[in-house]
């Protein structure tokens, strides 16, 4: 490895940025070489690229997405170049990381809608100004036959079947299609043309973020090092956030909600969100995680100091102070939000329940409001209903919750 020598006062920076970009990280391949690169942009002034690969198969953004797109920021807030890669291309094949069956290819308009939308809610913790977007069918299109082969050909296909997911569906006896296998070797193809110095991506695309200092090599380039972030858990305290999965909290979702989730995340996730979720200075996190352990800080205004950073962080102080008086007032002091919405009813007044509940809209299907019901988790006027065969008589100011967090207030006609 090169030599760098170093001045006091550049040695004093080049470990300061690397003990800000190893903090939270799950892991550096390889350490050594991150220190050397950013020596080499201390001494020389020029920037690194800094990679982030996205394949947009859906267009919203949760706070899982922004464990890494928080220490892309800190990259940034330093000087360097942020490369984000729209893989409007490799996004066609779906990237079949965890996946036990191949991913479902999306068209160009699906595309290019998720990876608007995607870009637009980057803003909310990148300068865009300061951010390079590139879709990689800008290259990956103008590859022809012989140009895939001499690509397909700098490696084994024992390297490929190295994924965990390819594993296991061959022992299962499902099906791998050709094309999946060419998912990672576009992604690694692309920090070949973009000259990538470091990648950044979560624990579960290790294999994907390997190819491109696999291929930067094969080509004659300088590897990139790999900065690996932990996946950040969902509300239920068991999988990784995910909106399919209906355990995440989006960055565009309104204030009240963002906050009335955060306030239900189970305590044992407490530390991982104000390490990975906030933009809290080290020493702030440090020191609650301190004031939990000894007691000094209770759960539950741990919770609420975490949800209002978060909303601060996605809408303003405002609306964060906001939030959080709509949270004291609707469930510490069991009052009604004010904002509650309004639903005009003008259908039969004596109605069953869960044809009421569909209809204005709280569920979209008459099962999905039967096991509510059966839940405990609706309440007309204030009272639990827990019979399903319910029928009501609905009358002008009549409120419906659902959940904790759903209010709805009928407007009668006639």
Known sequence: MESITLTNDQEKEVQRQLDLYMTGAADVIPPEELRNKIAK??????????????????????????VVLNKLRQFQENGHIIQLVIGDFTGKIGDPTGKSQARKQLTDEEVQHNAKTYFEQFGK???????ELHCNSKWLKTLNLEDVIELAGKITVARLMERDDFEERIAMQKPISLHEFFYPLMQGYDSVILESDIELGGTDQHFNVLM???????????KQVVILMPLLEGLDGVEKMSKSKNNYIGIDEHPNDMYGKTMSLPDSLMKTYIHLA????????????????????????????LAGTIVRMYHGRKAADAAEQHFKRVFQQNSLPEDMKTVIWD??????????????????????????IQNGGVKVNGEKTDALHTVITAEDGMTIQVGKRKFVQLRVNG
């Not at 913790?125 to 951010?131: G, P």
């Not at 259908?347 to 509510?372: C, D, H, N, Q």
């Open 41 to 66: 942009s201390v001494t020389s002034g020029k920037p690194l690229n800094i990679k982030l690969g996205l394949d947009p198969s859906a267009p919203d953004v949760h706070l899982g997405h922004t």
């Open 125 to 131: 913790v990148l300068d865009q100004d300061k951010v």
């Open 212 to 222: 491109g200092r696999h291929f930067q090599e094969r080509y004659k380039k300088e």
């Open 278 to 305: 906030t933009d809290l200075e080290p020493a702030e996190k440090k020191q609650m995680e301190k004031d939990l352990e000894s007691g000094k800080l209770h759960p539950r205004d741990a919770k609420m100091i």
């Open 347 to 372: 259908g039969e007044k004596p109605v069953p329940l869960i044809e009421l509940l569909v209809t204005i809209g709280l569920f979209s299907s008459k099962s999905e409001a039967r096991r509510m």
